[in-house]
């Protein structure tokens, strides 16, 4: 079994920051990317920010230069770092990872519970 858990949940001004992390538990191989997705009430569920196992990194364009994407590899965890929040970054924000939980498996998707992100103008 493998479990992400969120954490981080908060409100928050605008302009303000909030870092967000997510820790993967549980039988675990390989972590492929790890992600940040988002989910504002009415709204599809959108890509924010993926981080490769090397490093590299992704942003939808309405986060570069405000949010960072790191992870800690021997610790299994993600982070996104928000600065310079909007009322338009109010969402759930969700982890995601592309995992191997053994060599013999195929990669799987698996996803947190979710996280509320309030930001009041």
């Known amino acids: 079994q493998v479990q992400l858990v969120e954490s981080g949940e908060g409100l928050v001004q605008a302009g303000g920051s909030l870092r967000l992390a997510c820790v993967a538990s549980g039988s675990i191989f390989f972590i492929y990317a790890m992600n940040w997705y988002r989910q504002a009430p009415g709204k599809q569920r959108e890509l924010v920010a993926t981080?490769?196992?090397?490093?590299?990194?992704y942003y939808v364009d309405s986060v570069k230069g405000r949010f960072t994407i790191s992870r800690d590899n021997a610790k299994n965890k993600v982070y996104l770092q928000m600065n310079g929040l909007n009322a338009e970054d109010t969402a759930v924000y969700y982890c995601?990872?592309?995992?191997?939980?053994?060599?013999?498996?195929?990669?799987?998707?698996?996803w947190g519970q979710g996280t509320q992100v309030t930001v009041s103008s």
């Open positions: 981080i490769t196992s090397g490093g590299g990194t």
């Open positions: 995601n990872a592309d995992l191997r939980i053994n060599p013999l498996t195929s990669r799987n998707n698996f």
